[in-house]
Structure formats: structure tokens, C-alpha cells
């Protein structure tokens, strides 16, 4: 069971009891408003969610459980490769945790895969935390397009970030 040790932060594999946690994360509307989908309106919903995550196939997937003190504040890491996301509850964002994390990920992702030549984000332009996140750890902006989410009623448009192996 892989599991990384940071400063602060203890990153695991998912687990079905990580459920409450991830729900008072996903449904918080303010943490999911440049999310890819509208704030989770039930636990339901959270299980689906969490329940693919946990049923990834591992040679696509590199997501990990972010933990702060031995509570569950959100994810970071890769659903399917090379993709990377992330999202923390708000109480823990500001404190430079995210970062923490994101570079633990990434930097395990390359020591492990060497198939993987780079990792890549897909960001609402508007999301000025994840942007200033994604270049403090090295993400260039390498492309974008208009109109490639619809969430809810509302088109949402992608700038593209490229983080290449060091
Ligand atoms: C994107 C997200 C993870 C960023 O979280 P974050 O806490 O802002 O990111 P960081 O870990 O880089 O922290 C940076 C902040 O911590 C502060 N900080 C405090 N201590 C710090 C430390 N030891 N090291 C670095 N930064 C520190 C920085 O000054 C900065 O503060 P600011 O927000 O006032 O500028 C978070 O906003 C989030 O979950 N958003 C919702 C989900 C989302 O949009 N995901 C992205 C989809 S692509």
C-alpha cells in the first residue's frame, strides 16, 4: 500500500470510510465552483464519486487521500494518468498544503513512472488559486480552449498546463 510522508501531510490510497469526508469537500460549493461538476447534492452522489476513484485501474490511476493531522481534507494526484487534479477543503487551503502535496505527487508520479514525460492540469481560467498553485510547482500554460465543460447550464472553458519531468 503506497503511502507519502511529507512535512505536514500523510498521503494514502482512497477508502470507502473516506466517504463523510470527501462529501463535506465536494459539497461545499465554493470548493467545487470551477470543479467539473455542481457541489454534491448527496452522500450518494459522494459514493459514486469516491467508489470510482477507489475502482481506478492502478496503471492509470496515481490519486492519493490527502490527510492533515489525521483528518481527511481532500485528494491531489492523477484519476487517470497524466492528468493531475486536486481539491482541498476549504478550512485547510492558505496554508500552503496544496503545494505540499502536488509536489510530493508529482514527484513520486515521475520517480516511479518512467513512461510518464509529463504531467497535465486542465483549469477554468477564472480559478486563480489552482493557476497560482499549478506554476509555483513548475505547470507552464501550453494551451486552451473554450467551452469544454458544461456544468450545469454553464459552459466553462480550459487552459491547459504542462508540468514536464524534470
Ligand atoms: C486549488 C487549491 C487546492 C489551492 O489551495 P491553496 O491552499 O490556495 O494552495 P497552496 O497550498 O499553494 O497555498 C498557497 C497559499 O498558502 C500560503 N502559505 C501559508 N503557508 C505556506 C507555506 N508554508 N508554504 C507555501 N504557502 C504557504 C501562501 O501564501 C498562499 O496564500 P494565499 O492563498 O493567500 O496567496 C484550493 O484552492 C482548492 O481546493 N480549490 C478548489 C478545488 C479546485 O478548484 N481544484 C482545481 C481544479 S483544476
Redesign the pocket.
Known amino acids: 500500500m503506497t503511502e507519502l510522508r511529507t512535512a505536514r501531510l500523510l498521503l494514502r490510497r482512497a477508502r470507502p470510510d473516506d466517504l463523510d469526508a470527501f462529501h463535506a469537500v465536494l459539497s461545499d460549493p465554493e ?5 467539473s461538476t455542481l457541489p454534491h447534492p448527496d452522500l450518494e452522489t459522494t459514493r459514486v464519486w469516491l467508489d470510482a476513484m477507489i475502482a481506478s485501474p492502478p496503471a492509470l490511476r496515481e490519486d492519493f487521500v490527502v490527510e492533515w493531522d489525521g483528518r481527511v481534507i ?1 485528494k491531489t494526484g492523477c484519476y487517470r494518468l497524466p492528468e493531475i ?4 477543503h476549504r478550512d ?9 502535496a502536488l509536489e510530493a505527487v508529482s514527484g513520486y508520479i515521475f520517480a516511479t513512472r518512467p513512461e510518464i514525460d509529463a504531467l497535465m ?4 481560467p477564472q ?1 486563480q ?2 493557476l ?2 499549478l506554476k ?1 510547482v513548475g505547470f507552464e500554460v501550453t494551451g486552451s480552449a473554450q467551452r469544454t465543460w458544461l456544468v450545469g447550464n454553464e459552459w466553462k472553458d480550459s487552459l491547459y498546463l504542462t508540468l514536464r519531468r524534470p
Do not use: C
Not at 485547510?92 to 505540499?100: D, K, Q
Not at 492540469?121 to 477554468?124: G, I, K, L, S
Open positions: 470548493a467545487t465552483r470551477y470543479w481532500g487534479g486536486f481539491i482541498l485547510a487551503w492558505g496554508r500552503g498544503l496544496a503545494r505540499e492540469a486542465d483549469v477554468d480559478n488559486r489552482s497560482r498553485l509555483s
